[in-house]
């Protein structure tokens, strides 16, 4: 966690914690066990998760009560790690902000009580502190109203409760993790990306700086306009297994020549770094290099977080090695940018995932681009 981080830092609320009694619905349901669930919270609770807000609820109540409630009222699943108890409220969040590894400063707190708030502000000074009767205009705030809604926003909360079942069954497992990974039935797509998935993709290189191979981001409009150039690729990957989504997690912008491809950007989500999608996606791209007929070339410049991307690459074969076709890439791409080679042969495909990817022998004629 930064210590230099601002006590109230700017940017958007990742997680809500609802207070329920007379906050969440109206009433005390230790006095009256129906309370109400009003239209306006019903539609605020749906409209943040749309949004990917999270949601989560802290609470003075017996759990299986006030749980068995929010089930009546259909609104239990949109509840992550819910803290229904009796300590104090300030504790409650911190423990939501560690299950969900999010700085407290995302996260924001809302209860009727003054002496509640005070109490969470006092201890998480960088906690969003609301009032009940704030709750209806939650949803025209700035700090609730993220920049971009994409895909994985939208199913945020579906991908963090595949998570916690995951991570619940890989505890229980007995066997390898090798035999855990077969066991989830994992699927990896590989596509060209769409218009509408580039805003992912900047999303997963902004948070993914420990798996980013250049340690460079691309803003959403070079990717956006690199799309449009016949010589780019730019690809998505994407991860599913029998828990769940776990959304976008990885991206890998390609620039073609005749005798190389040139692979300016991989980068994966260290969500998955256990799952080793960084290696599947470069040997996947060695064995479509290989029916290719091309080399592969790679920026790589190590910086104090990608170690594990490093490995990636010296394992998957990439080196220093001198060839011809270094000749068609333009001079460095940066500073401290080393531009590791590879001679393609053909590889096996991957034994925990299946792996669902395009055709890339087409790239080869760029040669299209060359004299005949
Ligand atoms: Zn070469």
């Not at 005070?118 to 201890?123: D, I, Q, R, T, Y």
């Not at 998505?236 to 692979?263: I, M, N, Q, S």
């Not at 990636?312 to 940018?337: H, L, N, T």
């Amino acid at each position: 966690m930064s210590d230099t981080a601002p006590a109230v830092p700017p940017g958007t609320v990742k997680c809500l914690v609802w207070d329920l009694d007379n906050t969440l619905w109206h009433g005390t349901l230790l006095e009256d066990e129906n309370v109400v669930l009003s239209e306006a919270n019903r539609e605020v609770i749906v409209g943040l998760d749309a949004r990917g807000v999270l949601q989560s609820v802290c609470s003075r109540n017996d759990h299986d009560i006030a749980w068995a409630r929010l089930e009546a009222l259909g609104i239990a699943d949109y509840f992550v790690v819910p803290e229904i108890g009796w300590g104090p409220k300030s504790d409650a969040v911190r423990r939501i902000a560690d299950r969900l590894d999010f700085a407290p400063g995302t996260l924001a707190f809302i209860d009727d009580q003054p002496a509640e708030r005070a109490e969470v502000a006092f201890h998480l000074p960088e906690v969003r502190c609301y009032a009940a009767q704030d709750a209806t205009t939650l949803l025209s705030l700035p700090e609730f109203s993220p920049r971009s809604v994409t895909v994985d926003s939208r199913q945020r909360r579906t991908m963090y409760q595949a998570g916690f079942r995951r991570t619940d069954e890989r505890e229980r497992f007995a066997g390898s993790s090798e035999d855990f990974l077969r066991s989830l039935d994992m699927v990896m797509r590989i596509g060209r990306a769409t218009d509408e998935e580039l805003s992912r993709v900047e999303e997963l290189t902004l948070r993914t700086s420990q798996m980013n191979a250049t340690g460079v981001h691309y803003p959403d409009e070079v990717l956006r306009a690199l799309l449009t150039l016949p010589s780019h690729e730019v690809l998505v990957t994407t991860l599913t297994d029998r828990f769940g989504p776990h959304g976008a997690v990885g991206v890998v912008l390609l620039e073609k020549h005749g005798r190389a491809w040139h692979l300016k950007l991989l980068a994966t989500s260290c969500r998955v770094v256990a799952f080793g999608a960084g290696t599947i996606i470069l040997n996947w791209l060695v064995d479509q290099a290989a029916l290719a007929g091309v080399h592969l070339l790679a920026d790589f410049r190590a910086t104090d977080r990608n170690r594990v991307m490093e490995i990636a690459y010296r394992f998957a074969g990439f080196d220093e090695q001198s060839c011809d076709c270094r000749d068609e890439i333009p001079e460095s791409s940066g500073e401290d940018v080393l531009l590791l080679h590879l001679t393609a042969e053909r590889r096996e495909p991957p034994t925990t995932v299946r792996l669902i990817a395009p055709d890339m022998t087409d790239l080869a004629p760029t040669r299209a681009g060359l004299p005949d």
